[in-house]
C-alpha cells in the first residue's frame, strides 16, 4: 500500500506565496513521475506540474513562471512553490506519484488534497 499526504495549503491574500509539499510512503520501490493538479469549486480537475525522476519539469500555461515543481528523491517528497498568488488559484491541491511497488506493481497513486484558498 503506497500512502501520498499533501501539506502547507491554507487562506493567503493575493500577491502572496505558499509552498506545499507532499510525501509518499509505504511498499516504495521507485518514484517516477510525480505531479501536482488542482480542482476548482465547479470546475474539473487540471493539471498544475509535473515532475521527472531526473528533474525534467512541465508546467500548465497559466502556471509557469508563478510556481516551481522540486522533488527530493530520498525523501519521497514533491513540493510546490507558488508565488504571485491570486484568487483564480483557489482550489484544492492534489499530488499524484508514479510508483512501482515492492511487489513491482506500477500505478498512480493520488493524495486526498489541501486546500489553497486565495483571499483578501
Known amino acids: 500500500q503506497v500512502q501520498l499526504v499533501e501539506s502547507g495549503g491554507g487562506l493567503v491574500q493575493p500577491g502572496g506565496s505558499l509552498r506545499l509539499s507532499c510525501v509518499a510512503s509505504?511498499?516504495?520501490?521507485?518514484?517516477?513521475?510525480m505531479g501536482w493538479y488542482r480542482q476548482a469549486p465547479g470546475k474539473q480537475r487540471e493539471l498544475v506540474a509535473t515532475i521527472t525522476r531526473d528533474g525534467s519539469t512541465n508546467y500548465a500555461d497559466s502556471m509557469r513562471g508563478r510556481f516551481t515543481i522540486s522533488r527530493d528523491n530520498a525523501k519521497n517528497t514533491v513540493y510546490l512553490q507558488m508565488t504571485a498568488l491570486n484568487p483564480e488559484d483557489t482550489a484544492v491541491y492534489y499530488c499524484?506519484?508514479?510508483?512501482?511497488?515492492?511487489?513491482?506493481?506500477?500505478?498512480?497513486?493520488w493524495g486526498q488534497g489541501t486546500q489553497v484558498t486565495v483571499s483578501s
Open positions: 509505504g511498499s516504495i520501490r521507485s518514484i517516477n513521475d
Open positions: 499524484n506519484a508514479d510508483v512501482t511497488t515492492r511487489r513491482f506493481a506500477a500505478d498512480v497513486y
